[in-house]
Nanobody
Framework: QVQFVESGGGLVQPGGSLRLSCAAS????????MSWYRQPPGKERELVAT???????NYVDSVKGRFTISRDNAKNTIYLQMNSLKSEDTAVYYC?????????WGQGTQVTVSS
């Protein structure tokens, strides 16, 4: 079955950096678009970034120029490099894919930006 293992979250000071990883299994990873979402405390889940199977990327305006999504098809893993972090980036971050019309989510990893 489709599974994700997310890692890399933690506590970081404003202006700092983190790299999230999402290791996938159970589906044709290299043929699938992948996304990172986040859910800030008390708010709805929102799309952060997407990457197509060919490597094209899109970002929500609030993270453009600070976050970079990438994929390593040999490792069945996507990444989210987050730089210049702000307090408003505090959220639980999830990876997601849609495969054969079904949507699959990772378990989430907490990112807290605070001094």
């Amino acid at each position: 079955q489709v599974q994700f293992v997310e890692s890399g979250g933690g506590l970081v000071q404003p202006g700092g950096s983190l790299r999230l990883s999402c290791a996938a299994s159970g589906f044709a990873f290299s043929s699938s678009p992948m996304s990172w979402y986040r859910q800030p405390p008390g708010k709805e889940r929102e799309l952060v970034a997407t990457i197509t199977r060919s490597g094209n990327t899109n970002y929500v305006d609030s993270v453009k120029g600070r976050f970079t999504i990438s994929r390593d098809n040999a490792k069945n893993t996507i990444y989210l490099q987050m730089n210049s972090l702000k307090s408003e980036d505090t959220a639980v971050y999830y990876c997601k894919t849609t495969y054969f019309a079904s949507t699959y989510w990772g378990q989430g990893t907490q990112v807290t930006v605070s001094s």
